[in-house]
Structures are given as C-alpha cells and as structure tokens.
DNA sequence: TCTGGGGTCCTAGGACCC
DNA sequence: TCTGGGGTCCTAGGACCC
C-alpha cells in the first residue's frame, strides 16, 4: 500500500490571525511586517494586501508605496504560536505522526488511516472544516506519495486548496508544472536555467544526474534530478545534526561607531548564551557577521578546542573577530553574532529555573550581574545597560518574524 | 523597489597528517 | 629529489527557505 502524506499550510497566516482578532480588519489589506519608513520587509500580507502586488519579503517602504491605506501591523508572535498549537493539536487528533516544519506549516503521515478517515480527500476535507471551525482558520492540503510533492501540491491552489497527487503519477504531476514552482531551485538557480535554456520541466528531465551534477555541484545535480521527478527527498526527512543559534539586527541607520557595535555584541553574546544553556546545548564554535553600507556580508569565524561558557570568552573572541573583519571606517548596517556546530550539552540546564516569561527580566539580570562583576572594565558601562526599546514599530523596531509563502 | 531575522545545506580551498 | 592520494578539521561565502 502507498504511502499518504499531507502538507498542510496555513493560509496568510499571521495576517488572518489579526484579522480574526480583529473582525474591523476583515476584508481590508493587512501587512504584518516592519515599521513602514523603516528597513524591514513585509513578512505577511492579506489576499486583500496581495491584490496590490504585495507580498512576503518586500521591503516594507515598497508595500507602504504600492498601498498607503494598508493597516500595518507587527507581528506578535505569542499569539501566532498560540493558535499555531492549537492547529498542530488538530492535525495530531487525525495522524499519528505529525512533523512542524514552521510555524505555519507541517506534514502529516496519513498513511493507513482509511479505515478512521476515509479517503485521503475526505480526511483532507474533513481537517480543513475542522481547522476552520475550531480556530477560524484556513489552510491549504496537499496529498501525495512523498513529501516533497505535497509540499509542492499544497502551494498550487492557495488559499483554502486542496491538490491530490495519486500515487504513480507524481512525475506527471510535475511536468505540467512551470519550473519556477520547483521548491528548492531559487532566483539564482531560476537565472541559470535560463542562460543554460532550460525552460520547462520536460527540458530538465531530458539530463541525466550526471549531466545535472556538471552544471550544479554534486549535490544540487542529484536533487534537480529527483525533484524534477517528483522523487521524495532527504532534505524533508532526515534529522538535523548540526545547528546554530544566532542573533542579528540591522541598525535603522548605517553605522561606523565602535562602541555601539560592541554593545551589540555584548547584548548578542549573553542572549546567545543564554538560549544555549537553556536548551542544554554548547557550542566552541563563534561567527561574526557584518553586512556593510552597501549590502556586502561578510564573516568571520573561530573555534576553540573548548566549548564557551561565559560571557567574557565570547566578548573577547567576538571583539577580535570584529577586529579581523572591519577597518573602523566602512558604514556598518547589520551585525551578527552566532554558535555553529552546536552540540547537546552534557549538562543540560534544567528549564524550571527559568520560566520562560521570565526571560527577558533574568537576562536583563544576567547583563547586570556581568557589570557588576568587572566585564564593565572591559566597555563602558553606559553601553551595558543601553538597550532596544520593545513593544512594536511606533517606539523602537519590529521583530520582523519569519516570512510567509505566497 | 534599496533589500529582516532565524535557520539549513553545500562548495572550495588550505593546513595537517599518514 | 620531487611528488601520490585520502582523510579530517577549519574557514568563508553563497543559495535557499519560512
């Protein structure tokens, strides 16, 4: 028997929270993203809002541009991820094997549920008045044999889809598709298809791996290969060995002051630690990353033989990694600051110490504690305590959060 | 149009060792 | 004297996704 997998996708999502809990902004363009006039981008939009070209990405004076009467919103993510567990909570009451892969998105193995279910379509329609009567939301299914080709089927019909694949007939399904809804081929992989004149699917079909491989790397060549196919891949599948956990921010003005950097990165490194330890993680690895005035990124990185542990080791590390990657000069518009390869620690810290809405108050301790014991010797003081004012676009910047498919 | 923040994976090259 | 491959660790950059 065939396997049976559901991706399920909830539909503008962010926007359709607010306007659920805002029956004022039902039917009116909603943008969830930066402060309009700042640096940010939209993350999502209503349907309303996309009627006017905009969409997930765009930078936020672009969609403030295309439509000023749009209602303009911060993202609250407290109350997506609230309403995002409700959901998953649907989704687990009808598969016995539910897989998040974000906030608004999950797999489903609905394999062997007939008999509780029905159909694939009935199930399907099934979770979506479900999801649509327990929460209010809409969501888009897509049915196929694999993974990646419900992905992809789900994407086809938005909003409210619902695309089935049957099985046998996933590489039919993908060679009526235009190449530009291959999930995993970007802009930059689109752009070569074009100079090399590969213009549909049926082209790209006709190479072989090896072939494929010559022009786009070992491993891009056997994932073109197989996803043109309609082949499930590994990327959906296997576990995660490797991690990072970084922080960023992008300063509303371009910067060439030091000491504002390195209170950043003072900020950046305790935070940074802090969210290792509370997830029983360590790391010895650190990277820097600074995007300059005219968009150039750059990094630089550092391993130790030893897993950090305190705050000063990584200031220090960081302070000289800023030292091998700016001249002083250049304007600085982002800064970076994360652990790579990391690892689970072999204490892991014990959550209950620290109740998560506490954890902004315990940092803000932690950072004061740190002044106290003498890093202030290291910066200014007055560069400690300075701080991002919190509470939405009117008073200091968004938390821009993760962006939403069209 | 002037481009967020959080991630993942891949590539290529250098150092070093056998 | 000039030069093999293979493996591992590390670094920097880039593509891509939500």
Known sequence: LSAVWFHVDLDAFFASVEQLDDPGLRGK????????????????????????????????????????????????????????????????????????????EAFLDMSGTGLLWGSPAEAATTLKSRVRGETG????????????????????????????????????????????????????????????GILTMADLVALDERQLSRLFGEAGGSYLYRAARGADLPLF???TASKSVSAESTFENDIVDREALEASLLEMGCSLLYRLWQGGLSSRTLVLKLRLFDFTTLSRRL????????????????????DR?????????????AFADVTDSAAPAQAELFPPEDRRKKLEAAIFGLEKKGI???????????????????????????????
């Open 237 to 239: 599948g296997g576990k």
């Open 325 to 337: 990657a700016w001249n002083g000069k250049t304007p600085v518009r982002l800064i970076g600051l």
């Open 29 to 104: 363009p909603v943008v969830v993203g930066a402060s309009p006039g700042g640096r940010g981008v939209v993350s999502t939009c209503s349907y309303e809002a996309r009627a006017f070209g905009i969409h997930s990405a765009m930078p936020i004076g672009e969609a403030w541009r295309r439509c000023p009467t749009a209602v303009f919103l911060p993202p609250r993510m407290e109350r997506y991820s609230e309403l995002s567990s409700r959901v998953i909570e649907i989704f687990a009451s009808m598969s016995p094997e539910v897989s998040p892969v974000s906030i608004d």
């Open 137 to 196: 939301l809409c969501i888009s299914v897509g049915v196929a044999p694999n993974r990646y080709v419900a992905k992809i089927a789900s994407g086809l019909r938005k909003p409210d889809g619902l695309v089935i694949v049957e099985p046998g007939e996933e590489a039919a399904f993908m060679l009526a598709l235009p190449l530009s809804k291959l999930w995993g081929a970007g802009e930059k992989t689109q752009e070569r298809f074009r100079d090399l």
């Open 376 to 406: 202030a010797d290291l910066r200014p003081a007055r560069l400690i305590g300075r701080r991002r004012r919190r509470g939405g676009w009117m008073g200091g910047e968004p938390e821009a959060g993760p962006t939403d498919p069209q």
């Open 303 to 322: 391993t130790r033989p030893l897993d950090y542990g305190d705050t000063n080791k990584v200031l220090a590390d960081a302070l000289e990694l800023l």
